[in-house]
């Protein structure tokens, strides 16, 4: 048994990821905000439960993150808190740069304390996982893939924040031999996703009748990862990863978004035909602007050296989690009102 501190464990990654660590046996901490994108009710089955402690606290304030170490005592931290939706980060960059810029220094500095102090044997087991996104990348053209080497180009306020939390990451590792990793991972789906991403908005305005807005032509190529073998990726770094790397994670999933929407329409036709066709909602918006073209992911690091491989196959991944929405009502319901009017985003 291992203590397994997640940050951001109420959002839509950080709850797969404390199901997992809970159900593989481990004590876990979530330290989470409950920003507009965070419900405790994405815990369910593991708050409450005897190995699961939930902290309502801001990554940004020292004295909260400080107690947390002091008091849980953790071996592993997984920081995932962020700011996380790219159109908000376009209407208001500021609390990007707050969270994920000095809420990422906030938790370094706290981390680096504590790991200081660790005796031996503590301090020479203690890892940092600082999950990132391909977008610090940019944009690819029609071939290749993003891989550890590719070099940094962020293209939003989103991804410009979190490309200056990794460069801070890696300084604490160089600078202060601090035993930290970095994993930048490609578009994720599945369960509890916030409901004002791409794949969530897209099920619950097509199970309602409504327009489904796709920006420009839908030519935009997103990398799709189940979030769940996000959340073992995450897992199998965090205790075999090499203090100072990046592991890219994907699993080859690459689809054109107006794709993943004809998807999703194709599916509901099949589960409510009276409403069949789906598709003639399709209404096509104003581009984003700077929206990266296109995004892939090369993770044969993480495949070659841990012996990494994802389990959920595209189609049948999209169909279970079209049922899952439909089927939690009750999860998304509460929440609508904290997403009405937003535009559609990606990640
Ligand atoms: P999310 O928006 O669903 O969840 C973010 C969580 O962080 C929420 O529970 C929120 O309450 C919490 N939070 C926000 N600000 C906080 C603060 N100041 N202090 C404490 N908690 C705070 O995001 P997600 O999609 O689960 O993404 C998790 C991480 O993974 C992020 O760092 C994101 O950049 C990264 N990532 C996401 C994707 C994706 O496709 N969703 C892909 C690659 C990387």
New binding site residues.
């Given amino acids: 048994m291992t203590r397994m501190l997640v940050?951001?464990?109420?959002?839509?990654?950080?709850?797969a990821l404390v199901r997992r660590l809970v159900g593989a046996g481990h004590e876990v901490c979530t330290?989470?905000?409950?920003?507009?994108?965070?419900?405790r009710t994405?815990l369910r089955g593991v708050d409450p439960h005897p190995r699961h402690r939930f902290v309502e606290?801001?990554?940004?304030?020292a004295g909260t993150v400080a107690d947390v170490f002091a008091s849980f005592q953790p071996d592993r931290v997984f920081?995932?808190?962020?700011?996380?939706?790219v159109d908000r980060s376009i209407d208001g960059p500021g609390?990007f740069i707050?969270?994920?810029v000095t809420?990422t220094y906030v938790l370094l500095e706290a981390a680096r304390a504590y790991w200081d102090k660790l005796p031996g044997a503590a301090q020479a087991r203690f890892r940092f996982l600082h999950?990132?996104?391909?977008?610090v990348y940019g944009s690819l053209g029609a071939e290749g893939a993003f891989s550890e080497h590719s070099a940094y180009d962020p293209s939003s306020p989103?991804s410009a924040s979190?490309a200056a939390s990794d460069h801070l990451v890696k300084a604490w590792t160089r600078t202060y031999g601090f035993p930290a990793m970095i994993s930048?991972?490609?578009?994720?789906?599945g369960p509890y996703?916030?409901p004002e991403?791409l794949i969530p908005l897209t099920i619950l305005n097509t199970a309602a009748g409504r327009a489904l807005p796709v920006y420009g032509t839908g030519e935009h190529i997103r990398d799709w990862?189940h979030?769940e073998d996000?959340a073992s990726a995450l897992d199998l770094i965090a205790a075999q990863g090499q203090i100072g790397a990046t592991y890219t994670?994907g699993s080859r999933n690459e689809r054109r978004n107006i794709d993943v929407v004809r998807t999703i329409c194709a599916e509901m036709d099949a589960l409510r035909p009276e409403a069949a066709p789906h598709d003639r909602l399709i209404t096509f918006v104003e581009d984003r602007p700077g929206h990266d073209a296109r995004y892939a992911i090369d993770p044969t690091r993480l495949e070659q050296d841990l012996g990494w491989h994802a389990h959920h196959g595209f189609a049948d991944g999209i169909r279970a989690t079209i049922r899952w929405y439909l089927e939690n009502v009750d999860w998304w319901q509460p929440l609508q009102a904290r997403y009405a009017g937003a535009r559609l985003g990606v990640?």
């Fill in positions: 940050t951001g464990g109420a959002g839509f990654i950080g709850s330290l989470d905000a409950l920003t507009y994108a965070g419900t994405s606290g801001d990554i940004r304030d920081h995932l808190a962020a700011e996380s939706h609390a707050s969270t994920n809420g999950v990132s996104t391909d977008e989103y979190k930048n991972c490609s578009n994720n789906y996703q916030f991403k990862l979030v996000h994670v990640t």
